[in-house]
């Protein structure tokens, strides 16, 4: 079974802080891994793939991977209220094209 | 790039009654869409993988003569919920695979059976 485990949060950070919002895979074959953020009632929205281990950097996003240890994590530096969400972590684990999805962390930036 | 078009936004419908949601693919072609279906504070769930051509692939425990999918050609796929009932509300969101960029989703669709 491929499983993907979020903390569900809440999450509750002050404006101008580092998120850190973490993901685990049970699959060790998985190829691709993807950062999603979810407002209420509207679908996701990519924020960050990331495909090797190490940190990618985009703005204010960073995501790191380690393989090894089968952790995907994301860090949002100076959080804004606008980043409060739901953030989705999706792994394809290279066989077919679909996704596993975690149940996702949400996240409240406090201004 | 890489726009999926989803309708309804929204939709309400009576108990037993049969309710079809449209995704397009509005500057690509989706060789592959994917069906997830999202209840309140929950994660999405893939529910079936829909191919142009071909019969769809349904996820354990997702009944294929119920929520029935046609993907006929590589710009358009349907999910139609046959003879719906309340514990079938939920938001349904469709995705397509655009290259190696990962994956871009509808807007999804709201259902409330009443």
Redesign the interface.
């Known amino acids: 079974q491929k499983e993907v485990e979020q903390n569900s949060g809440p999450l509750s950070v002050p404006e101008g802080a580092i998120a850190s919002l973490n993901c685990t895979y049970s699959d060790r074959v998985s190829q691709s891994f993807f950062w999603y953020r979810q407002y209420s009632g509207k679908s996701p929205e990519l924020i960050m793939s990331i495909y090797s281990n190490g940190d990618k950097e985009d703005g204010r996003f960073t995501a790191q991977l380690n393989k090894a240890s089968q952790y995907v994590s994301l860090l949002i530096r100076d959080s804004q209220p606008s980043d409060s969400a739901t953030y989705l972590c999706a792994v394809n684990p290279g066989t077919g094209n679909q996704f596993y999805f975690g149940t996702g962390t949400s996240l409240t930036v406090i201004p | 790039g890489a726009v999926v078009s ?1 309708h309804p936004s929204w939709v309400i419908c009576k108990s037993g009654t049969s309710v079809k949601i449209e995704c397009r693919s509005l500057d690509f072609q989706a060789t ?1 869409m ?1 069906w997830y279906r999202q209840f309140p504070k ?5 529910m079936a ?1 829909s191919n142009e051509g071909s019969k769809a692939t349904y996820e354990q425990g997702v009944e294929k003569d119920k929520f029935l999918i046609n993907h006929a050609s590589l710009t358009l796929s349907t999910l139609t919920v046959t003879s719906a009932h309340p514990e079938d509300s939920s ?1 349904y ?1 469709c ?1 397509a ?1 655009y290259g190696n ?8 669709t ?1 259902l409330t059976v009443v």
């Open positions: 989803q592959t994917f929950q994660s999405l769930m893939l993988t938001f969101i995705s695979s960029y990962g994956y871009t989703f509808g807007s999804g709201r």
